[in-house]
């Protein structure tokens, strides 16, 4: 059994930052790619930003240049540092990690999601 564990979220203005964390637990061998999605209200779930095992980035282009995804593979932790936030950025945040066990079969998995609110 694997847990992945978000923090970070809560209120902040327009231009504000935050940084969330999410740190996986449990039976873990190892973990593959880390990624962060977002689902706004009455939206789809969509990919933020992503990381591969050898820290190769790839970011939505709403985010690019603002947002960065980071990974501490120690602590089977990811991150996400969001900078120069905006009201659109609104959402819940999730992460996803793919995560093998040590049978060697690989399973996703997702957090609980953290609320980021941007406002004034």
């Known amino acids: 059994q694997v847990q992945l564990v978000e923090s970070g979220g809560g209120l902040v203005q327009p231009g504000g930052s935050l940084r969330l964390s999410c740190a996986a637990s449990?039976?873990?061998?190892?973990?593959?790619?880390m990624a962060w999605y977002r689902q706004a209200p009455g939206k789809q779930r969509e990919l933020v930003a992503a990381i591969t095992s050898g820290g190769s980035t790839n970011y939505d282009d709403s985010v690019k240049g603002r947002f960065t995804i980071s990974r501490d593979n120690a602590k089977n932790t990811v991150y996400l540092q969001m900078n120069s936030l905006k009201p659109e950025d609104t959402a819940v945040y999730y992460c996803?990690?793919?995560?093998?066990?040590?049978?060697?079969?690989?399973?996703?998995?997702w957090g609980q999601g953290t609320q980021v609110t941007v406002s004034s």
């Open positions: 449990g039976s873990i061998f190892s973990i593959n790619g």
């Open positions: 996803k990690m793919l995560v093998g066990g040590h049978g060697g079969i690989f399973y996703n998995y």
